[in-house]
């Protein structure tokens, strides 16, 4: 069994920042990589960031380049999403993915979490 367990959402007024983390255990476990995305209501859910596990190798949406940095603490075995310099308009539900493809569409991740959400106010 698969599982994704993120934290670390909240409140924060625009500008400030939030950490996510993530913790896959299971079939997500080893997972070859790792990946952000985000769904404010009423949208489809849409890449943030990548990681490729073994490499470190990041991606990033053009939205939040500059701003977020995705990272990886082999040790722990988690993945954190360091978001800064937040807007309004990064408010949505976050999730954490694992998934075997470097494709950054919904349908190249095989695992999911539940979701935190991340609210900016202006």
């Known amino acids: 069994q698969a599982q994704l367990v993120e934290s670390g959402g909240g409140l924060v007024q625009a500008g400030g920042s939030l950490r996510l983390s993530c913790l896959p255990s299971?079939?997500?476990?080893?997972?070859?990589?790792m990946g952000w995305f985000r769904q404010a209501p009423g949208k489809e859910r849409d890449f943030v960031a990548r990681i490729v596990w073994s490499t470190g190798a990041t991606y990033y949406a053009d939205s939040v380049k500059g701003r977020f940095t995705i990272s990886r603490d082999i040790a722990k075995n988690t993945v954190s999403l360091q978001m800064n310099s937040l807007r309004p308009e990064d408010t949505a539900f976050y999730y954490c993915?694992?998934?075997?493809?470097?494709?950054?569409?919904?349908?190249?991740?095989?695992?999911w979490g539940q979701g935190t959400q991340v609210t900016v106010s202006s």
């Open positions: 993915a694992a998934g075997s493809s470097l494709a950054t569409s919904t349908r190249a991740y095989d695992y």
């Open positions: 299971g079939r997500a476990r080893g997972s070859y990589v």
